[in-house]
């Protein structure tokens, strides 16, 4: 059974635009939550950690929210530009040390448009 | 500064041969190493992890092997390869924030 569910599946934007891509998922414990971007057949960029119930952090245009009780978050990305382009994928860890086990999202495939 | 390298970035075999995956961390001691596949299309799934040097934990079995010889090298291998093992593999390390490399593109034929 799919733990993390993402979506949209995919998404286009225009340059410039906003978007928000979400995170669902019954992980349990859920000690921890990942953003991260992949490049098509490329390796994953982290862009942020959440840890803590209701936490949200920002970098650079990425920032993120993560609300525990609902196991939801939501990465949104401002003035998006074309290197945006990407398959962002949702990761949950179910515990702090290497010993846990990640949990990985489909992915929302992104596309930016001029 | 650290840097990890996955090695090849791709590879085209035959089922039934043998596969060798290589990863190197430099600049960082004792990390924690992990290996992840994703099929084509597919949802990544993580197979070993190793806190040490000789430990290998593995997580998913698909008929593969991990081994960590050094410090800073984790090898992912299978002495036969099935058309099931395509897809994109990656090597991350780390505690706390996990770092991956490029990965490396398998083809089975």
């Known amino acids: 059974k799919t733990q993390v569910e993402q979506s949209p599946q995919s998404l286009v934007v225009r340059q410039g635009e906003n978007c928000v891509l979400q995170c669902n998922y019954s992980v349990t414990p859920d000690n921890h939550l990942r953003w991260f971007k992949q490049d098509t057949g490329k390796g994953l960029v982290s862009l942020t950690v959440?840890?803590?119930?209701?936490d949200k952090t920002s970098n650079g245009r990425y920032s993120a929210t993560l609300d525990k009780d609902a196991k939801h978050s939501t990465l949104h990305i401002t003035a998006t530009l074309l290197d945006d382009t990407a398959t962002y994928i949702c990761?949950?860890?179910?515990?702090?040390?290497?010993?846990?086990?990640?949990?990985f999202g489909a992915g929302t495939q992104l596309i930016v448009i001029p | 500064a650290q840097t990890i390298h996955q090695w090849p970035v791709a590879e085209i075999k035959a089922v039934g041969s043998p596969l060798s995956l290589g990863c190197t961390i430099k600049g960082k001691s004792s990390p924690n190493l992990y290996w992840y596949w994703q099929a084509t299309g597919g949802t990544l799934q993580q197979l070993f992890y190793s806190i040490t040097v000789g430990q290998v934990e593995s997580v998913v079995q698909l008929n593969l092997s991990a081994s960590r010889p050094k410090d800073d090298q984790f090898i992912l291998s299978t002495e036969k390869l099935l058309l099931s093992h395509s897809g994109f593999y990656l090597c991350a390390w780390g505690a706390g924030p996990l770092y991956f490399g490029a990965g490396t593109r398998l083809s089975v034929l």
């Open positions: 959440l840890v803590h119930e209701n």
């Open positions: 990761v949950v860890g179910d515990r702090g040390s290497a010993l846990g086990r990640l949990h």
